[in-house]
């Protein structure tokens, strides 16, 4: 069974950056898929933030392009999320997942999630 | 891609069918159109894929369906496990994945 953990701060100042990261196990990332980023403000839905290749290859939300980056540790079994200049509208829960894409057309494994909370 | 969830809320009891709809904005492909569930402090989790296959370990009073901009999760007898929020989701090149608002699912 893939298994996912979300790791990070779980508080982050005004206009810094937020950084995360996800773990894997019971599959190498090198394996194939993509891996992404998910996030949900409190009471609120769910929102795609971004997706990685093993490769290296990149998808970013549109409404978050350009403050965010996503990367990939292959000999870590890693990816991670960094938010920039954050403001309290990104204070959410952040799941990580495994992203099937046009394979099957999913997320089929998700992390916990972690709460990030943005204030100062 | 906008995905629009209908109702927001729907309030039902044990052993009644549940029937959740998802539209969207534009003609899209049946084989990326999934369904999540997500209970209050969990994460989501995959229900259905390609608009009608279970994932493993989903029972089968869970079912999709639909084709073009209209698509349906129906909970054929819900059960006391089965109330909480279910998400619609698709897949396509630009952007990667679209969530629906989401439909609550609570207890008459």
């Known amino acids: 069974q893939v298994q996912l953990h979300e790791s990070g701060p779980g508080l982050v100042k005004p206009s810094e950056t937020l950084s995360l990261t996800c773990t894997v196990s019971?599959?190498?990332?090198?394996?194939?898929?993509?891996w992404g980023w998910i996030r949900q403000p409190p009471g609120k839905g769910l929102e795609w933030v971004a997706s990685v290749h093993h490769s290296g290859s990149t998808y970013y939300s549109p409404s978050l392009t350009g403050r965010v980056t996503i990367s990939v540790d292959t000999s870590n079994n890693q990816f991670s999320l960094n938010v920039s200049s954050v403001t309290a509208a990104d204070t959410a829960v952040y799941y990580c997942?495994?992203?099937?894409?046009?394979?099957?057309?999913?997320?089929?494994?998700w992390g916990q999630g972690t709460l990030v909370t943005v204030s100062s | 891609i906008v995905l629009t969830q209908s109702p927001g809320t729907l309030s039902l009891s044990p052993g009644e069918r549940a029937t959740l709809s998802c539209r969207a904005g534009e003609r899209v492909s049946s084989s990326y159109l999934a369904w999540y569930q997500q209970k209050p402090g969990q994460a989501p989790r995959l229900l259905i894929s390609a608009t009608s296959t279970r994932a493993t370990g989903i029972p089968d009073r869970f079912s999709g369906s639909g084709s073009g901009t209209d698509f349906t999760l129906t909970i054929s007898r819900l059960e006391p496990d089965d109330f909480a929020v279910y998400y619609c989701?698709?897949?396509?090149?630009?952007?990667?994945?679209?969530f629906g608002q989401g439909t609550k699912v609570e207890v008459k």
């Open positions: 019971a599959y190498s990332i090198s394996s194939g898929f993509y």
């Open positions: 997942a495994r992203d099937t894409g046009y394979n099957f057309g999913n997320m089929d494994f």
């Open positions: 989701q698709h897949y396509s090149s630009s952007p990667r994945w679209t």
